[in-house]
C-alpha cells in the first residue's frame, strides 16, 4: 500500500471528518481524484471559508458568519419563550418541532470530571442573556437526556428559580413508533409518572 | 432549519463526498466549525494541493503527482507479470495480496449501453505500454467479477492472444471465511469448475 505523498496527505486529512475511517478516506479521496475534481476543489472552497468565516451569534452563540443567526434576526418570533440547548446541532433538531421562540447554545453539558464547570459552557453568559431580555417568562431545557444533560439542566433549573421564571424540561417517555417491549425501563417509568389525562 | 449561508455552502459541499448524506454533512460541518477548525483548514489545504497537484501515472496510469507512482518506480518489481485492474483503489487492493509486478490502470470497465467502448476507457493505451515494455510474460486480468469486468477481460485476453502473451484471469470462487449456505450459486459455480487437486 503505497500512495503518493499528496494522497496519503489529502486521506489523512479526511480522516478529521467525524465517522470516516482508513477505507472510507481512501474511497473518498480517490472518487474526488478520479471522478469529481471541481468538487473536491468547491469542498475547498466552501471549508476555507467557513472555517475562517463562521463565528458564533451575538445573543444565542450558535454557529454563525453574521453577528445575528437567522432565528436570532426574526422579528416574528416569540420572545417570551427561551430554549437552551448543548449545541449548534440541537438547535436544527428543536427548529423540526415548529418550536419559534429563542435559543441559547451553551458549549456541552457541566461535567465536572472533564473540568468543564458551569463558565466554561456559558452559563454566566446565559443568566447575562436572560436578564438582558428581560421578557422571557418560560425557559425550556432541552439538554440532551443524559446523566450530564439531566445534572446541567437541573443547575439552570436552580439558578432560575429566585428569578420569577418558569423553567421547564423536556418530556421524556416512549418515541412514536416504538414498541414498549423494547423500550428501557428507565425511559418507560418516565413515561409512567409523566402521563397525562386524556382529553377528549 | 436555517443555517447561514456559509454553512449552507459547506454542508453542500461535504455532500459530494461519497456516501455522505444531509444529515452526515451537517454533523461534519458542525463538528468541524465547533470543534476541529484547524483539522478543518488542514482539510481545505489538502484538498487543494491534491485536486490541483495530482495526476496520472506515465506508465500504469494510476492516481500520482510525480511523473512515475511509487509501484513503477520501484525497480525490485518483476517486469515480467502486467496486472491489470479497473480503478487506483484496486491497486491498492492488489498490493495487499504481496503482487509485485507492474500494474496497468484501466478508466472503469467496457459499458457499450453507456458509450464506454475500448478506447474510452484506454485498452490501446494497454496494447502501447505492453509493446513498450517489451518484458512482460504474463498479463493478469483483474477486473471485477462483473459482467462488465468479465466482458473487459475477455475483450482484452483476446487482443493478446495474438501476441504471445500469457492472459489470465484472477480465479472465482467461495471467499475466505464465508459459508457455502451463504454464498450465491453462480459463483459456487465457478468455485467448483475452477477446483485444483490437493498437493499433500
Known amino acids: 500500500m503505497s500512495f503518493s505523498p499528496l494522497i496519503r496527505q489529502l486521506i489523512d486529512a479526511l480522516r478529521t471528518l467525524p465517522g470516516v475511517g482508513q477505507k472510507t478516506a481512501q474511497r473518498m479521496a480517490l472518487q474526488l481524484l478520479e471522478r469529481d475534481r471541481s468538487g473536491g476543489s468547491r469542498l ?31 422579528m416574528r418570533r416569540d420572545d417570551t419563550l427561551l430554549c437552551v440547548v ?8 428543536v427548529e423540526q418541532t415548529g418550536y419559534r421562540g429563542r435559543y441559547f447554545v451553551l458549549k456541552g453539558h457541566l461535567s465536572p470530571l472533564d473540568g468543564l464547570g458551569p463558565e466554561a459552557i456559558g452559563i454566566p453568559q446565559l443568566m447575562t442573556r436572560i436578564a438582558e431580555q428581560g421578557t422571557f417568562a418560560e425557559v425550556i431545557l432541552a ?13 439552570i433549573a436552580q439558578l432560575l428559580s429566585n428569578k420569577g421564571l418558569i423553567a421547564s424540561r423536556i418530556a421524556h417517555g416512549v418515541p412514536l413508533g416504538g414498541e414498549l417491549e423494547l423500550v428501557d425501563g428507565g425511559t418507560l417509568a418516565h413515561s409512567f409518572s409523566g402521563r397525562r389525562p386524556i382529553t377528549l
Open 44 to 74: 475547498a472552497l466552501a471549508l476555507t471559508q467557513a472555517m475562517e468565516g463562521v463565528g458564533h451569534c451575538r445573543l444565542c452563540r450558535t454557529l454563525t458568519e453574521d453577528d445575528l443567526c437567522p432565528q436570532c434576526a426574526d
Open 86 to 93: 448543548e449545541g449548534p446541532m440541537d438547535v436544527y433538531a
Open 143 to 155: 439538554t440532551n437526556p443524559t446523566v450530564e444533560g439531566e445534572a446541567t439542566a437541573h443547575y
